[in-house]
């Protein structure tokens, strides 16, 4: 099938793809891996200006997940105890399936806990 030689740069390729995937991550302690915030956002997408969206999502208090749709749009308003509302917009230029924390991906300061973000897949692209 392959040659030893053959197989040896198959090694070096793969070991290379795998430290260059790594690189971003940092270890903290001997179970946890964290990942820096730009590096996270970016896998599910960006921030986008607040004046055009497709959906609006407000956070309140007992607001423990949402559901989106890879493409959408959505203005995120968050309420907080003093009644005052802050908001961000985000484009969820992303593949759908995936989980995301809202609290990672608003600005900072703004959710102060995990709140999840489903993430479906938009079935205009899925060939169905």
Not at 76 to 99: C, E, H, I, P, Q
């Amino acid at each position: 099938m392959f040659t030893l030689k053959q197989n040896g740069k198959i090694a070096a390729l793969a070991a290379c793809c795998m430290i260059s995937l790594a690189a971003p991550v940092r270890a903290q302690g001997p179970s946890q891996i964290v990942v820096g915030a730009s590096q996270y956002q970016s896998q599910f997408g960006a921030p986008v200006d607040g004046s055009r969206y497709d959906r609006e999502i407000v956070i309140g208090a007992d607001t423990r997940w949402v559901n989106v749709v890879s493409g959408q749009v959505v203005h995120f308003v968050v309420a907080d105890a003093a009644g005052t509302n802050a908001s961000f917009t985000w484009n969820f230029d992303t593949w759908g399936g995936r989980v995301a924390d809202l609290s990672r991906l608003a600005p900072t300061g703004m959710v102060l806990r995990p709140i999840k973000v489903y993430i479906d897949k938009d079935l205009r692209y899925s060939g169905a």
